[in-house]
């Protein structure tokens, strides 16, 4: 079964720093570009961030750029999401999610995590 | 960036009525959509990519069309298992808009 499962989500303090985790099983990690979105409390889906396959390069929403930072350890089979000088908006749960086709990046998402929450707040 | 914007922000139709949601790219975006549904209190589902390719399990009554900048979502029969949130997204480039959703009610 193809699987995504993330983790490290939790509350913390406005300026904090905190690192999400997601496993993934089912499928060949290594050939697919992987994405984090996250929805904050009783709003819409907000792309965050994508790293493709082969060439590893990153790509972010401007919300968040210059302070997340995504990353991939295909050995493991797991996608990161380093988050650092975290604001009370970045306040939502925060999917992991796999592309459709096995390409560099660029397509729609077909499996998704369950999310894991994380809380700024003071 | 380019913008995507849906309409209806929200609906409220029959069982078994035709319900169409709209979705427009401010600039050209080929066929690159995707449309996902989210029932209360779970995770996006994909239902159509490439516009108009339904995501194999996905009931044949959901359909998508369009190209460049102009699509729809249709749902030829309501069924009271569709009430959700929908959201269209541009995916071939980043950023990865997703629109700001359409919510679907049974009357």
């Known amino acids: 079964e193809v699987q995504l499962v993330e983790s490290g989500g939790g509350l913390l303090q406005p300026g904090g720093s905190l690192r999400l985790s997601c496993a993934a099983s089912?499928?060949?990690?290594?050939?697919?570009?992987m994405s984090w979105v996250r929805q904050a409390p009783g709003r819409g889906l907000e792309w965050v961030s994508t790293i493709s396959t082969s060439d590893g390069n990153t790509y972010y929403a401007d919300s968040v750029k210059g302070r997340f930072t995504i990353s991939r350890d295909n050995s493991k089979k797991t996608l990161y999401l380093q988050m650092n000088s975290l604001r009370a908006e970045d306040t939502a749960v925060y999917y992991c999610?796999?592309?459709?086709?096995?390409?560099?990046?660029?397509?729609?998402?077909?499996?998704w995590g369950q999310g894991t929450m994380v809380t700024v707040s003071s | 960036d380019i913008q995507m914007t849906q309409s209806p922000s929200s609906l409220s139709a029959s069982v078994g009525d035709r319900v169409t949601i709209t979705c427009r790219a401010s600039?050209?975006?080929?066929?690159?959509l995707a449309w996902y549904q989210q029932k209360p209190g779970t995770v996006p589902k994909l239902l159509i990519y490439?516009?108009?390719t339904l995501q194999s399990g996905v009931p044949s009554r959901f359909s998508g069309s369009g190209s460049g900048t102009d699509f729809t979502l249709t749902i030829s029969s309501l069924q009271p298992e569709d009430v959700a949130t929908y959201y269209c997204?541009?995916?071939?480039?980043?950023?990865?808009?997703f629109g700001q959703g359409t919510k679907v009610e049974i009357k």
């Open positions: 490439a516009a108009s």
């Open positions: 999610a796999k592309e459709v086709v096995a390409t560099i990046w660029g397509d729609a998402f077909d499996i």
């Open positions: 089912g499928f060949t990690f290594s050939f697919y570009a």
């Open positions: 997204q541009k995916y071939n480039s980043a950023p990865r808009t």
């Open positions: 600039q050209g975006i080929s066929n690159n």
